[in-house]
């Protein structure tokens, strides 16, 4: 059962464009989502996270939106630059004590093309 | 420089044999965990520990066993009963606070043969 779904495997987009990275849920509970990037061979580092009691919150290039009616969030990163291609995780925290595991999506690769 | 170490980085083992690997933190994180990637599968968890001498089995928990003897360690031992061992595997750390982001170590990719 897929609580975290990214039904995107790829994207790709011209440099200096806007990428946008969309992500479902299933989950009621969860309170916080997260969205990591990923390069090969290396650990994911964390990019941005937004409280479920939120709708948007900035960091940069880097803005998340969130639609609690509608189980979706989406990665925004204006302007795109190659440094941006990678894999990128979205992930969800449940709320509750002994609950804080993230729970991740299966990933969206990012293109920037030149 | 504060961070998680993973050892070793590329691993082979042959079928039957257990492996283990290792992760340390120096960032005085309580929380510890353990995801392993395949492709097109995302990261799923193993296994993770809030507490030292305390820890909870993950969704994919079956053929692996972990310890948390000190604060700063995690190892993950992939045993023979693994059926799937093959994949990269990463150790995680957290202040399991708020958002509870997880700072990941480099990553171990384990081959077997």
């Known amino acids: 059962d897929q609580q975290v779904k990214q039904n995107s495997p790829s994207l790709s987009v011209q440099e200096g464009r806007i990428s946008i990275l969309n992500c479902d849920y299933t989950?009621?509970?969860?309170?916080?989502f997260l969205w990591y990037k990923k390069y090969p061979a290396e650990g994911p580092t964390f990019l941005i996270s937004i409280s479920s009691i939120k709708d948007k919150n900035e960091d940069g290039r880097f803005t998340v939106f969130l639609n609690k009616s509608a189980k979706h969030l989406s990665l925004h990163i204006v302007p795109s630059q190659p440094g941006d291609s990678a894999v990128y995780f979205c992930?969800?925290?449940?709320w509750g004590f002994g609950n804080e595991k993230l729970t991740f999506g299966t990933g969206t690769r990012l293109t920037i093309i030149p | 420089d504060g961070g998680i170490t993973q050892s070793p980085k590329y691993l082979f083992r042959k079928e039957g044999q257990n492996v283990t690997l290792s992760c340390e933190q120096n960032l005085n994180h309580d929380a510890m965990y353990w995801y392993r990637q395949d492709p097109g599968q995302g990261l799923r968890l193993i296994y993770y520990?809030?507490?030292?001498?305390?820890?909870q089995k993950g969704d994919i928990a079956e053929g692996y066993s972990v310890s948390r003897e000190k604060k700063e360690s995690f190892p993950l031992t992939v045993t023979s009963a693994q059926k799937n061992p093959t994949a990269f595997y990463l150790c995680?750390?957290?202040?399991?606070?708020?958002?509870?982001?997880?700072?990941f170590g480099a990553g171990s990719r384990l081959t077997v043969l």
């Open positions: 989950n009621s509970m969860f309170d916080y």
């Open positions: 995680a750390s957290s202040v399991p606070t708020g958002a509870n982001v997880l700072t």
């Open positions: 520990s809030q507490i030292v001498n305390d820890f």
């Open positions: 992930a969800a925290k449940e």
